[in-house]
């Protein structure tokens, strides 16, 4: 942070502190180091206020304690203006936002970004997680191919809701693809996506436990689904499509 502060200076304010993780920074910032105390919305909507003056700002604090608590102020008075407002949240709390009744596919114009987990979400991305998570059957099987990009969708973080095929080694997998032990994810997700030919791809499906397939217009499916596959959801940017398989 020191090293983002000195190539663009920006406004810190930090909910909490310990540990001695911010002294260094509060050393560097000077004035433009803010401690808000344990007064979370009263923070976010004082860096909103900031930001609308001109100011780059970041508010840190632990994740329960950056957006749960000021929640209702990060809708309003941040996402809601389109606020340069830029959340720092360390610790727990990222599986609870992901599960947040009214989380962040709410959130239109937030973006989200997981370091640990090298992922980014796009607000389509976010409305696709909403939507399984409302409406997905107990005993789905939800085949992507998104873990082979860069960063992979954590569809694991619906777990004991659905069962989904995601990053191997997760703690969902054995109740995905690999129940049986000839399930060959990798085989089947690179014919499916790299088949020109449509009865390769259906037959492929057929042959699968999947109930629900989603596309990613960054990968997108080298056939028309709709042949053999129902349109069950797609996003309002177009970003991403959910597929349902046919009852077998």
């Given amino acids: 942070m020191i090293t983002l502060y000195e190539r663009q200076p920006f406004v810190l304010l930090a909910g909490n502190q310990g540990f001695g993780a911010l002294e260094p920074l509060r050393d560097v910032m000077g004035d433009y180091f803010l401690t808000a105390g344990v007064a979370e919305q009263n923070m976010v909507t004082m860096a909103a206020g900031l930001a609308g003056l001109g100011f780059l700002v970041w508010v840190y604090s632990c994740a329960p304690f950056c957006y749960a608590r000021p929640f209702e102020q990060i809708r309003n008075d941040v996402c809601m203006h389109g606020l340069p407002v830029v959340l720092v949240m360390v610790v727990v709390g990222w599986r609870f936002f992901l599960h947040e009744p009214d989380g962040p596919a709410s959130l239109r114009e937030l973006r989200v970004l997981n370091p640990a987990a090298k992922v980014s979400f796009s607000p389509d991305e976010w409305q696709a997680l909403l939507y399984l998570r409302k409406n997905a059957p107990p005993d789905a099987v939800i085949m992507s191919n998104k873990y082979r990009t860069a960063y992979f969708f954590p569809f694991s973080g619906l777990a004991g809701q659905a069962a989904f095929l995601e990053w191997g080694g997760n703690v969902v997998d054995e109740f995905a693809m690999r129940q049986d032990p000839e399930d060959n994810r990798l085989a089947i ?18 042959k699968t436990k999947a109930t629900l397939v989603i596309e990613y217009a960054e990968a997108p499916l080298q056939v028309s689904p709709s042949a053999c596959l129902r349109r069950w959801w797609q996003g309002p940017a177009g970003q991403v499509t959910i597929w349902q398989v046919p009852e077998r």
């Avoid at 499916?192 to 791809?201: P, S, V």
């Fill in 189 to 206: 997700i690179n014919t499916l996506w790299t088949t020109t030919e449509l009865a390769i791809f259906c037959n492929t499906i057929a």
